[in-house]
């Protein structure tokens, strides 16, 4: 079984500070997705990345992926009430079938 | 269809009765995922199907679960004897294929009472 570890595991911030949210595994991945859930909803895809040490941001948001290929951040500038929600990254093996998803970074960003 | 529909959003049943989760994925689409998600934890890998190969049915927790595709399209997800251990959100995902991003349903939040 395959284990993506998120820290951390809850967050609360401010309106307008920055963080950023970890995802480790032993394993590695050929490619690592981020996806935001909100409640009573499916999780949405933010970004894949798939190259060591490949950065890509989407506005305010800025993904890496390690370049051993078994880690990544994702970093949140001056978040926003909008960007609360449950953060979870997947990794996907080589030859795997599925993604395997993460344990989950809760954010609440507080106006 | 624009998203991923699954059907009902809410079901609530006795211990032991059988349930039928239904998912329509997205037009085109030829993967197709199930995971389940309980509270506090995170999503678990059920089974995958992909155009017309065998699914893969790795993450069936037991033989009491089971799911088929018809014709490429819908899925229908089987619980039979429902425990409560059961109780979980089941999340429907579709992709272009295996190598692509999930677009996720809203799910089915399944309460064994």
């Known amino acids: 079984t395959q284990l993506l570890e998120q820290s951390p595991q809850f967050l609360s911030i401010q309106e307008g500070e920055n963080l950023t949210v970890y995802c480790n595994s032993s394993?590695?991945?050929?490619?690592l997705q981020w996806y935001r859930q909100e409640p009573g909803e499916g999780p949405v895809l933010l970004v894949t990345?798939?190259?060591?040490?490949e950065v890509k941001k989407l506005k305010r948001l800025t993904f890496q992926f390690g370049d051993a290929r078994k880690d990544s951040s994702l970093h949140i500038t001056a978040a926003q009430p909008g960007d609360t929600g449950l953060y979870l990254c997947a990794g996907q093996e080589g030859g795997a079938n599925n993604l395997f998803f993460g344990t989950g970074t809760r954010l609440t960003v507080i106006p | 269809g624009a998203g991923v529909s699954q059907s009902p959003s809410n079901k609530v049943t006795e211990k032991g009765k059988d349930v039928e989760l239904r998912c329509d994925p997205i037009s085109g689409h030829t993967a197709l995922y199930w995971y389940r998600q309980s509270l506090g934890q995170g999503l678990e890998f059920l089974i995958y199907f992909q155009g017309n190969s065998a699914p893969d049915k790795s993450g069936l927790p037991s033989d009491r679960f089971s799911a088929e595709r018809t014709g490429g399209s819908v899925s229908t997800l089987t619980i039979q004897r429902t425990q409560q251990e059961d109780s979980a959100v089941y999340l429907c995902?579709?992709?272009?294929?295996?190598?692509?991003?999930?677009?996720f349903g809203s799910g089915t939040r399944l309460t064994v009472v």
């Open positions: 394993s590695v991945f050929s490619s």
């Open positions: 990345v798939v190259t060591g040490g």
């Open positions: 995902a579709s992709s272009k294929d295996r190598s692509y991003g999930y677009t």
